[in-house]
């Protein structure tokens, strides 16, 4: 997660999996390449399929963009097969929050906190990422900025 764009008018804050779906994809043109010159038989074409579907699944992406001038924020996201959107009211935003969840580990199966940043509204809690962080101070920065652009002193 980071900040894609600033200006005294708008902020975008853009989180995605982007770069793990672009090296998914060159893994997949890589595998495609040498299947091909080889003159592999045709039931090898499964690793480079395999590479190109993961590429279109751990594409993950949410944008904020929060207005200034129209002190909303609007939001979409995008997972495979589904999309999602909405705008919230700088009003209506109480607070931005580091959501913490756990995960369990490989070595040793013990509980591992994980965090992501949240939109806390009356009505509901806006996830700001579909996936998480292992560091709690990674957004820190981050959620001091927004809250400093939506609520100035």
Do not use: N
């Not at 994809?25 to 993961?54: C, D, M, N, Q, S």
């Not at 509901?124 to 652009?149: K, N």
Request: charged letters at 25%; hydrophobic letters at 45%.
């Amino acid at each position: 997660m980071h900040i894609a764009r600033q200006t005294p008018r708008e902020l975008v804050v853009v989180a995605g999996t982007r770069w793990v779906s672009a090296i998914c994809a060159a893994a997949a043109l890589i595998t495609l390449y040498i299947v091909i010159t080889r003159h592999e038989p045709k039931g090898y074409l499964f690793l480079p399929a395999f590479f190109l579907l993961f590429a279109f699944i751990v594409d993950l992406r949410k944008t904020f963009t929060f207005d200034a001038t129209r002190r909303i924020v609007r939001w979409k996201g995008r997972k495979v097969f589904k999309a999602e959107s909405g705008e919230i009211p700088f009003d209506d935003i109480s607070d931005i929050r580091t959501e913490a969840s756990s995960a369990s580990s490989q070595s040793g199966g013990r509980e591992v906190p994980i965090y992501r940043l949240t939109i806390i509204t009356a009505r509901a809690t806006i996830p700001m990422d579909y996936s998480y962080s292992g560091h709690e101070d990674r957004y820190s920065t981050l959620r001091a900025q927004i809250l400093d652009f939506i609520k100035p002193a």
